[in-house]
């Protein structure tokens, strides 16, 4: 039973809030929600977006406005989505658009432990000249990648996207397997660079490792084929990297393992980032028997010590359009934006010539390091046409299967007031872990209705304990006798206790036993 409980223990420590803080002038709106664990997304040139559902493998076209609409494209074939981190995983549009209409996708494919990039094609209106509806074959698929290593049903990688010099970058994992990221052979660790310009038009693939190759890449003069597509190694999960358009700079969130997640540049090809040999800013005191020793250091890091789970997400360089209604202040161009999956915060990174640190705090900037908060769950960025900053949430606070939202931070260009302090703070179970029962709180910093309700860890109900009954302020403790709403005996595992008052949504998750 303990290593199902690892497992489910993923989710995050800190649930969402019903709404993300953000500075003074700034506005976290809703684009579309309803999405079944939306992980990627990938703008069309007109503004239409892609996203990529992890767990159902749904590629849905969305268009935003008044009244979005959300249309399925396609369930990609053959994803294995088992496992807490496979499914599908990354999406990218090819920059030739309209006249190379084709998508590419990456995910963990069923039945042979490897992951796949593959491609499809794209009919309909193209160029958005009447109702925008689009359409995808299954039977367009043409394989691009088809032997990356998945042994683990974890560090899988993930991102796909295009840099302004027409090159294909996919982010893979190193499969749990961390020598192997300081191996160039394995295709474990690494960003790699692909050119998928001379491909066939037809369905079909795997294409031949030298058809897609540039002949610039860091490694092509090596021996081996797998070696020749590498453009970075030695990282241990890069489930999320940028690049920044003007100087095709790649800026990668490379996931820690026990003490610090980092931030890692790659202005050019060939570099290697030390993992296993280090983890952020420290040597890690690895056994691998290999002769590197020459590695390029993050340019942020930040110790995960204490926070319980910790994924660092990129969201890239915010490089302001030259118009837009919705852009944000010319002060942030060119700065770093990131948040935590687990614990929610979005950090803001200034260059100042030689070095990378936290931007200075601004009006209504929820703490001096936090630029925002609430950024729990959150799986992928992206700025959209109008200068907003767009993200993934995969769900809300009660994990239910279809609560996931896509979301844009907009400017506003007004002052605003300040977000208004919490009402309550909700306390997980005195004893730690619960055996059999549990005893759990919540303050009130006045008095309010409430709603205290228990989910398991598929987000399914399991027990009312206050159902919209007025309390005082101060500290309200409150029984479980470890029985769902039937009265029947609560089976060991997760459970996430959810706390409802005054719109606002407070959320701790605890380990039963018995």
Known sequence: MLGALLGALLLPARLASAQAVVPAGFSDRLVVGNLDSPVGMAFLPDGRVLVAEQKSAVLKLVIAGASPTVTPLLTVPEVQNSGEEQGLLGIAVDPGWPARAYIYVHYDHAGDSK???????????????GDGSLAIAEGSRYDVLTDVPDVANNHNGGTLRF???????????????????????????????????????????????????????????????NARLVWAYGLRNPFRFHIDPPTGDLYIADVGAARWEEVDRAPSGGLNFG???????????????????????????????????????????????????????????????????????????KYDGSSWSLAPAVPGQPSASDWGRGFETVSDWAIGPTGALWYCRQFDDTYQPVTGEIRRIAYTGSTGTPPAPPVA????????????????????????????????????????????????????????????DKGRNAPAGVYVVRLDVEGGHYGQRFALFR
Not at 426 to 442: D, K, Q, R
Not at 447 to 466: C, E, K, S, W
């Open 115 to 129: 992951i796949r990039v593959s491609r499809f094609t794209v009919t309909g209106d193209l160029e958005f000249t």
């Open 163 to 225: 840099g302004p010099d027409g090159m294909l970058y996919a982010s893979f994992g190193e499969d749990n397997t961390p020598c192997a990221a300081q191996d160039t052979v394995s295709l474990r660790g690494v960003i790699l660079r692909l050119d998928v310009s001379g491909l066939p038009s037809t369905a079909g693939g795997p294409a031949p490792k030298a058809l897609i190759t540039p002949p610039d890449n860091p490694f092509v003069s090596r021996p081996d084929p």
């Open 275 to 349: 993992w296993p040999h280090r983890e952020g800013p420290i040597a890690t005191g690895t056994a691998c028997s290999d002769p590197n020793t020459a590695f390029t250091p993050p340019i942020y890091a930040y110790d995960r010590a204490g926070a319980g789970e910790a994924s660092v997400i990129g969201a890239g360089l915010y490089r302001r359009p030259a118009t837009g209604s919705e852009r944000f202040p010319a002060a942030y161009d060119g700065d770093y934006f990131f948040n935590d999956y687990y614990t929610g915060m979005l950090r803001r990174l």
């Open 425 to 484: 703070v909700l306390y997980g179970p005195s004893v730690s872990p619960a055996i059999g029962s549990a005893t759990l709180s919540f303050n009130l910093l006045h008095p309010a209705v409430v709603t205290l309700r228990l989910y398991d860890a598929f987000g399914r109900r399991v027990r009312t304990l206050i159902d919209g009954e007025s309390r005082d302020a101060g500290a309200t403790p409150v029984d479980w006798d470890g029985r769902d």
